[in-house]
């Protein structure tokens, strides 16, 4: 079996644009809400277990909501206005919750405050996915060492 022949000659020339175009998804990026993932959860600091069910409900009510409504970081003020969302750095306390994370990524740790007293959500975002690293009762102490 060789090659087909051709029934039309190939004309030199531009190339045309519908064979140019690069195939549409049908529902475009932005639109996408965050995916959820647990892939860098840590278990040591992690509290969920000991957290009365009221906030452990309340915790996967913010976590599920999140992976519907979520589509970019403005969205949060949208469509939860009254969580409060703080930046945490890699010191004191808070040091074990970047353990594993250090070296293998550039990440903006952030806590999701879902109740006022207590109530906490680590997490960051790369590329559209929420990653959850752990959810407690009580905050960390910024001045411990």
């Not at 639109?31 to 309340?58: D, G, T, V, W």
């Not at 992976?67 to 945490?88: C, S, Y």
């Amino acid at each position: 079996m060789g090659i087909p022949k051709l029934d039309e000659p190939i004309q030199s020339g531009e190339i045309p644009l519908d064979s140019a175009e690069l195939p549409q998804d049908d529902v475009e990026p932005e639109l996408i809400p965050y995916l959820i993932s647990f892939q860098r959860y840590n278990r040591k600091e992690c509290k969920i277990e000991e957290m009365e069910a009221k906030s452990a409900r309340k915790a996967f009510k913010v976590v599920r909501d999140i992976g519907m409504k979520v589509r970019t970081e403005a969205d949060f003020k949208v469509h939860f206005p009254k969580l409060v969302i703080a930046p945490v750095e890699d010191i004191g306390a808070y040091r074990d919750l970047f353990r594993g994370l250090r070296d293998s990524l550039d990440i903006e740790m952030k806590e999701l405050k879902f109740e006022t007293d207590k109530g906490r959500l680590f997490f960051f975002v790369i590329d559209k996915i929420f990653h959850v690293v752990a959810v407690r009762d009580s905050h960390y102490e910024v001045d411990k060492r």
